[in-house]
């Protein structure tokens, strides 16, 4: 009876002899492939880290934006009729566009603080990890808290 053909499991050594674990890197062409995978993926990453960073400046100007609006708007109101009720809205008008143009300068702050340390890290090969107060969730609690402080400041004699 002819022997069953032998059949080579995965740990068993190849049967030229060699050991694949002194194989080098350069013979397997699926390493190539991994290698290259991985910079393209930590340049998606990159380009989403700056179309993120390109978003929260846009964010920004448009708090400041608003904020000079509000300002020059009320200005024209308190002008145009000289009442009490116009007077004061200007002066809370004033107050809620320097705090939504300092929310604006503050927040371009953090999105690049944000946006470098996360690219220092993937430089380093370090795991990017997600913060507990993700940078949106903190400018949503301060535009939460100046749109109270507005309410508060619009309807207070």
């Known amino acids: 009876m002819p022997d069953a053909p032998s059949r080579s499991g995965p740990n068993d050594p190849?049967?030229?002899?060699?050991?694949?674990a002194s194989?080098?890197?350069?013979?397997?062409?699926?390493?190539?492939?991994v290698g290259e995978s991985t910079s393209f993926?930590?340049?998606?990453t990159a380009l989403a880290l700056?179309?993120?960073t390109l978003a929260w400046i846009r964010t920004a100007l448009t708090f400041a934006s608003f904020g000079f609006g509000m300002?020059?708007?009320?200005r024209a109101t308190t002008e145009a009729t000289h009442s009490e009720k116009a007077v004061r809205l200007h002066q809370a008008a004033i107050r809620m566009g320097v705090a939504l143009i300092l929310i604006?300068?503050?927040?371009?702050?953090?999105?690049a603080c944000s946006h470098w340390m996360a690219l220092r890290k993937m430089r380093r090969g370090e795991q990017i990890s997600i913060t507990k107060w993700p940078l949106a969730v903190a400018l949503?609690?301060?535009?939460g808290v100046l749109g109270l402080y507005a309410l508060w400041a619009v309807f207070t004699p």
């Open 14 to 20: 190849p049967p030229d002899g060699g050991d694949k």
């Open 23 to 33: 194989e080098t890197h350069e013979r397997d062409p699926r390493t190539a492939l």
């Open 41 to 44: 993926a930590k340049f998606r």
């Open 50 to 52: 700056d179309r993120t």
């Open 71 to 74: 300002v020059a708007f009320f």
């Open 104 to 111: 604006g300068i503050v927040a371009t702050m953090l999105a």
């Open 140 to 143: 949503a609690v301060l535009v």
